[in-house]
C-alpha cells in the first residue's frame, strides 16, 4: 500500500516562532499534496494544494504568508506556520495523489500543534 | 460545484446491531466517492471507494456503500458493529477531472459513530 509519513506528529512552540511539518509519500510519487486543517470535532478544511515544481494553490480565507508551502521534489511537500499565535493551535493533516494513478488520496498520520 | 452532506452528527448504536451512516452528495462531474474513518488523533484510513465501476462497493472491516445516482447517495453500511468501529467517519466526493489526478477532495462534516456494549 502507499504510505504518506507527517513529522512530527506533535509539536509544541512559543508565540512568535516557525514551525515547518514535513509530508513524505514514502514509496510512490506524488505531483500533488494538499493540506488540511483539523479543528476539534470538525471535518477537514483544505488550507492548499501543493504541486511539485511550483506555487501551491491557497483556498480562499487561508494566508499565503502564514502558512508557506514547498513541493521540492515528487515524495516531499513541507508546511511552515510562520510567527505562530494560540490560534494556528490545530491538527494538521497531508495527503498524497500517485503520479498518474487513481483518485485516492493517502493521509499521513497528522500533526498536533500547540502554540503556547 | 461538488459539496457532500452528512445526514447525522452522531450515532450510537449497540455491539452487533447494523450501522448505517448517511451521506448525500452533489457534483456536477461523474463523481469519486469515499468513505474514511478517523480515530482520535489519528490521520485518516481509507475505508471504500467508488470510482463509476460496481454501484455496490465493498471495503475493509465489513463495510459497504452503495451508490445510488438517482437518490444522489452513497450511505455506508456494517452488518454488525464491533467495539473497535467506534471513530469519526467522513463522506468524501472528489471532482476528479480525466486527464488529472489535481481534483480536491471534499469532506462531509463526518459523523461520530459510537458503539455500546
Known amino acids: 500500500g502507499a504510505v504518506v509519513s507527517q513529522h512530527p506528529s506533535r509539536v509544541i512552540c512559543k508565540s512568535g516562532t516557525s514551525v515547518k511539518i514535513e509530508c513524505r509519500s514514502l514509496?510512490?510519487?506524488?505531483?500533488?499534496m494538499f493540506w488540511y486543517r483539523q479543528f476539534p470535532k470538525q471535518s477537514l478544511m483544505l488550507m492548499a494544494t501543493?504541486?511539485?515544481?511550483?506555487?501551491?494553490?491557497?483556498e480562499q480565507g487561508v494566508e499565503k504568508d502564514k502558512f508557506l508551502i514547498n513541493h521540492a521534489s515528487l515524495t516531499l511537500s513541507t508546511l511552515t506556520v510562520t510567527s505562530a499565535h494560540p490560534e494556528d493551535s490545530s491538527f494538521y493533516i497531508c495527503?498524497?495523489?500517485?503520479?498518474?494513478?487513481?483518485?485516492?488520496?493517502?493521509f499521513g498520520q497528522g500533526t498536533r500543534l500547540t502554540v503556547v | 460545484a461538488q459539496s457532500v452532506t452528512q445526514l447525522d452528527s452522531h450515532v450510537s448504536v449497540s455491539e452487533g446491531t447494523p450501522v448505517l451512516l448517511r451521506c448525500n452528495y452533489s457534483?456536477?462531474?461523474?463523481?469519486?466517492l469515499f468513505w474514511y474513518v478517523q480515530h482520535p488523533n489519528k490521520g485518516l484510513q481509507l475505508l471504500l471507494k467508488y470510482t463509476s465501476a460496481a454501484t455496490l462497493v465493498k471495503g475493509i472491516n465489513g463495510f459497504e456503500a452503495e451508490f445510488k445516482k438517482s437518490e444522489t447517495s452513497f450511505h455506508l453500511t456494517k452488518p454488525s458493529a464491533h467495539m473497535s468501529d467506534a471513530a469519526e467517519y467522513f463522506c468524501v466526493v472528489s471532482d476528479q477531472y480525466l486527464r488529472s489526478n489535481t481534483g480536491k477532495l471534499i469532506f462531509g462534516q463526518g459523523t461520530t459513530l459510537q458503539v455500546k456494549p
Open positions: 495527503s498524497a495523489r500517485r503520479v498518474g494513478g487513481s483518485t485516492e488520496a493517502f
Open positions: 514509496d510512490f510519487q506524488a505531483t500533488t
Open positions: 457534483s456536477s462531474y461523474s463523481p469519486s
Open positions: 501543493s504541486n511539485e515544481g511550483s506555487k501551491a494553490t491557497y
